[in-house]
Nanobody, 122 residues
């Protein structure tokens, strides 16, 4: 059974940092592209950062230079280091897995976690 379990969310003040983790199981983690997405209340889910199985990365313009996506294939874990957080980053963050893709398009992703809440106060 495939599972993606996010952790590391919480409440921080503007300018603070958080590190999200996504523990994967039930499939061959190293063979999949992974992505972080977020959804704020009343808004569509949007792509934040993606990393393919070769380590190639892509970021949304809104987080470039502040967020870093990485993966540890030995631990089947995906990470998102978030620095210089601001209130616009407040959302529920989801990790997702998809095979053979390098895209923010949600429909390409097969597996999704339940999300972890990030709240940034000013």
């Amino acid at each position: 059974q495939v599972q993606l379990v996010e952790s590391g969310g919480g409440s921080v003040q503007s300018g603070g940092s958080l590190r999200l983790s996504c523990a994967a199981s039930g499939y061959t983690f190293s063979g999949y592209s992974m992505g972080w997405f977020r959804q704020a209340p009343g808004k569509e889910r949007e792509g934040v950062a993606i990393i393919d199985r070769d380590g190639r990365t892509r970021y949304a313009d809104s987080v470039k230079g502040r967020f870093t996506i990485s993966r540890d294939n030995a631990k089947s874990t995906l990470y998102l280091q978030m620095n210089s957080l601001n209130p616009d980053d407040t959302a529920k963050y989801y990790c997702a897995a998809g095979a053979g893709i390098f895209s923010f398009a949600r429909y390409w992703y097969t597996y999704w976690g339940q999300g972890t809440q990030v709240t940034v106060s000013s």
